[in-house]
């Protein structure tokens, strides 16, 4: 019995103080494994699809679509990206809806990328993007809300709520948006 006990509290210990930090080390680097992922680059060459500005220096707006043949295109705001997104094949001929395999955007508190299907678009704010007036993402609600309060804006949406009506809207608008 007294041959068993060292290896069980040897076991014991490795388990209370080692496996923690092991796994919390782990799932650190899936966190940015993952993070990695949801990265866009951009060279100072790379042109919106939908208007030809160049994007690089509107890195605060940036989004892009990835396709399955591990080509992409980035934007210079939500507006052009959607435009591309609703008809892929006006801007560009070789490209599918069906061939996109992820959409980014970029949360306007934090910087960082989100998958658009996970955003919340704030609408109609006295904030312009590149184009002027934009759909700007947020990674939650509440930021989202947090945004209109603070900047006049009308209204919170979701990806699917967002049609070419919305977005001849924001273009046709000057200085304020009306949803009506």
Request: hydrophobic share 35%.
């Amino acid at each position: 019995m007294k041959n068993l006990i060292y290896p069980i509290i040897t076991l014991f210990f490795i388990t209370m103080f080692f496996t923690p930090d092991a796994c919390a080390l782990d799932l650190s680097r899936k966190k940015k494994k993952a993070e990695r992922k949801l990265y866009i680059t951009v060279t100072k060459k790379d042109r919106c699809p939908v208007c030809g500005m160049f994007v690089h220096p509107y890195q605060k707006w940036i989004t892009q679509i990835q396709f399955k043949n591990g080509s992409h295109h980035s934007f210079d705001g939500m507006k052009c990206m959607c435009r591309f997104y609703i008809d892929p094949e006006k801007y560009d001929a070789t490209k599918k809806k069906q061939d996109i395999t992820l959409i980014l955007v970029r949360d306007y508190y934090t910087l960082k990328f989100i998958p658009y299907d996970k955003a919340f678009y704030a609408v109609g704010s006295d904030v312009f993007g590149p184009m002027g007036h934009e759909l700007i993402p947020f990674d939650s609600q509440k930021n989202a809300d947090i945004f209109l309060s603070d900047h006049n804006g009308l209204k919170v949406l979701r990806f699917d709520d967002i049609n070419t009506e919305l977005l001849d809207k924001l273009d046709k608008a000057k200085k304020t948006v009306t949803l009506d």
